[in-house]
């Protein structure tokens, strides 16, 4: 069996294309990602934040004083544009004749005085993801509404702290128990193992083509198979060959993910730094066990389908289904609210992803995470053997 790794081993390193997917990739992988990552999320803020939106109101003369301070505000453009009913506005927008329409429909000075609330009414599309067009027209109302809040206290002689109390009778502090890494990886948690999960399973799938599919093609395999080695020390070999690259291709993603993690943190991005910042040595290794076993399930998948095919193309077809079967749990452990429980913590590859979450949060459940440990391993296990039974099968093999 060990003379099978070391021959299919030593072949593997000679191929370029191999080395490149385990090794090579995954070490630039994450300063790509990480600076385009920094890059695109800066300059979609600076771009919302210097953005200058057209506007047009309705009703104007419902409140010269908004008139004058939104059109002398430095992030809106007036457009010149006539508008008279809602339904003109909506249209307007969605147009993009303008970007945004306010319907003054209320006198904001009289309602106040009769004792009434205002009811003001902004058109906009809220789609982009960072938007500060509503925040800047609410910051002009609430400074119109303070104005007005603080005018007719001071005419009533309320002054000070009973003004204060009179406006805000009531101030509810907030005080919110989860710390900057439990926030960080509630929102971001999801996002570590889709990337480590999916180059674990491309440093298993390409070699095992190679391996499986390739030595048929090159009519190899029959030449191996007349060898006094027993089939069962082939197929192990092929396996731990599979294996060792599929770990080796989680460790090197996982150092690159430190290494640069690092790298970056100690650099001046804030969104960056915190990010990188939340993720210790101790969840690194964790993550690393945790992959051990998931990468094992992916060998000997890989490796079963390889035997399979005819040729390395046919192999290789194989290999897409496989990576869409991985990527639901994925993408089911990325679900909003989405938690590491019992009945999650049985369903493979997303109780993986899902305790990758709870590891950067640093509210892991231990009891769950040997549950996950121990079932991926019986998984792993069960399905080497089909793979070592699958290998036994002149049908299989000589097809």
Aim: include cysteine.
């Amino acid at each position: 069996m060990f003379e099978v790794f070391k021959k299919e081993l030593l072949e593997i390193t000679r191929d370029r294309k191999t080395l490149f997917f385990v090794i090579a990739l995954p070490m630039i992988i994450f300063p790509i990602l990480f600076g385009l990552m920094s890059f695109l999320l800066g300059k979609a803020q600076l771009d919302a934040e210097q953005k200058v939106n057209t506007y047009a109101i309705i009703s104007e003369a419902n409140s010269q004083e908004f008139v004058e301070k939104i059109f002398y505000h430095k992030s809106f453009k007036k457009a010149e544009l006539v508008l008279a009913t809602e339904a003109e506005a909506i249209e307007a927008v969605k147009s993009e004749k303008v970007d945004v329409v306010i319907i003054l429909q209320d006198n904001l000075s009289e309602s106040f005085e009769a004792g009434k609330q205002a009811k003001w009414k902004v058109i906009y599309n809220d789609s982009s993801s960072v938007n500060f067009l509503y925040k800047n027209i609410q910051e002009i109302t609430d400074e119109l509404s303070e104005g007005l809040k603080n005018a007719k206290l001071e005419s009533l002689g309320i002054t000070g702290e009973a003004k204060l109390a009179l406006l805000k009778p009531l101030e509810l502090e907030k005080i919110d128990t989860a710390d900057l890494r439990e926030n960080l990886g509630e929102k971001l948690g999801a996002f570590i193992p889709y990337l480590l999960i999916p180059l674990c399973l491309m440093g298993a799938t390409y070699p095992a083509v190679d391996l499986g599919a390739g030595e048929k093609e090159r009519g190899t395999l029959e030449t191996l198979l007349i060898t006094p080695i027993p089939r069962t020390s082939l197929v192990l070999g092929k396996f731990l060959t599979v294996l060792t690259t599929a770990i080796l291709c989680a460790l090197i993603t996982i150092f690159s993910m430190g290494f640069w993690g690092y790298v970056l943190g100690a650099g001046s991005n804030e969104i960056v730094t915190e990010i990188v910042g939340s993720i210790g040595v101790l969840e690194l290794l964790l993550m690393f066990i945790l992959l051990i076993p998931v990468s094992a399930i992916f060998a000997s998948i890989a490796i079963a389908l390889s035997i399979y095919a005819k040729t390395f193309k046919e192999g290789q077809n194989y290999m897409a289904p496989l990576s869409f079967l991985v990527f639901v749990p994925l993408v089911a452990a990325m679900m909003p609210n989405m938690e590491l429980t019992f009945l999650t913590a049985s369903i493979p590859i997303t109780n993986i992803a899902l305790a990758m979450k709870e590891l950067l949060k640093g509210t892991l459940d231990y009891t769950l995470f040997g549950m996950i440990l121990a079932s991926t391993v019986a998984v792993a296990g069960a399905l080497l053997a089909f793979c070592v039974h699958w290998f036994q099968k002149e049908s299989v093999l000589f097809r």
